[in-house]
């Protein structure tokens, strides 16, 4: 018994001893960060218009109008069309745009438009404004933050395009803050 209670105290006595002899080490972590404004820009489908084939709730989508023509059928009910007897025919439908900002003083944004390649043969318009690969179109000079903005995508096609031609190209779109 009085070896059991002896091996308890060395043991404790060994304990204590080697915590006394623990090695420790502390510091402090200083945190910052600078808060900058932002605004997004992203597109969605318009109720009134052709949806949005991809990407939809993203800054990178894809409009597909399908088969147009100057007459007949065409494969979306929200396309409209007009047509310049002899010469050409218009297809449109609206995307909405939607611009949202955060920590952010600015009242409002100007929204721009450009084609990214240049076409000779089809004359493109965002909100009735035409759009070249030249230089941007201005859209809108005082958008509204965070609701979305219906703008009309067009393309004029001449009545001397082949059938079965692919028209296909880009418009980019910059959101300033004013």
Do not use: C, H
């Amino acid at each position: 018994m009085k070896k059991v209670m002896l091996l308890t105290i060395f043991a404790a006595l060994m304990m204590i001893s080697s915590a006394a002899v623990a090695q420790t080490a502390t510091g402090t972590l200083t945190v910052t960060a600078t808060v900058n404004g932002s605004i997004q820009l992203v597109f969605n489908s318009d109720t009134n218009g052709v949806a949005l084939t991809s990407g939809a709730g993203t800054n990178a989508a894809t409009l597909a109008f399908g088969n147009v023509s100057a007459f007949g059928a065409l494969s979306s009910p929200n396309i409209t069309r007009s047509v310049v007897a002899g010469t050409s025919f218009t297809v449109s439908t609206p995307v909405d745009v939607l611009v949202s900002k955060s920590n952010s003083a600015s009242a409002n944004y100007t929204l721009k438009a450009q084609l990214g390649a240049a076409d000779a043969t089809n004359t493109w318009q965002v909100a009735g404004n035409t759009v070249t690969s030249a230089a941007a179109a201005t859209i809108t000079a005082a958008g509204t933050y965070g609701s979305n903005a219906p703008e009309a995508i067009a393309i004029t096609v001449p009545f001397t395009t082949a059938s079965g031609t692919l028209i296909s190209n880009t418009i980019n779109f910059t959101a300033t803050a004013n």
